[in-house]
Nanobody
Framework: QVRLVESGGGLAQAGGSLRVSCTASGGTFSRYTMAWFRQAPGKERELVCAISWNGGSTYYADSVKGRFTISRDNAKNTVYLQMNSLKPEDAAVYYC???????????????WGQGTLVSVSS
């Protein structure tokens, strides 16, 4: 069983930056595709970005391309999300998730963190 714990959320001003982290335990971290999802109040959860097991492939939603960067450190069992040029519409609870299989495979994300709140003031 993989356990994911997010950290690093908080309040940022529009145009500012935040970095959130997710540390995994209980599994072989390097075997998993990792992703960040977010859910804003009243909205559905959406996939923000994802990274393959070795960091060689990434995916970004159009809304965050060029502003957000996902990375991972398999030695530390940690995936990061660097958020720059934040906009008020980026405010949401951000969830870390893990799945077996390739980034573009149709497998579901089976493991989820508890979420970390990101707020953006205008």
């Amino acid at each position: 069983q993989v356990r994911l714990v997010e950290s690093g959320g908080g309040l940022a001003q529009a145009g500012g930056s935040l970095r959130v982290s997710c540390t995994a335990s209980g599994g072989t971290f390097s075997r998993y595709t990792m992703a960040w999802f977010r859910q804003a109040p009243g909205k559905e959860r959406e996939l923000v970005c994802a990274i393959s097991w070795n960091g060689g492939s990434t995916y970004y939603a159009d809304s965050v391309k060029g502003r957000f960067t996902i990375s991972r450190d398999n030695a530390k069992n940690t995936v990061y999300l660097q958020m720059n040029s934040l906009k008020p519409e980026d405010a949401a609870v951000y969830y870390c998730a893990a799945k077996s299989g390739a980034l573009n495979a149709g497998t579901k994300y089976a493991y989820w963190g508890q979420g970390t709140l990101v707020s953006v003031s205008s």
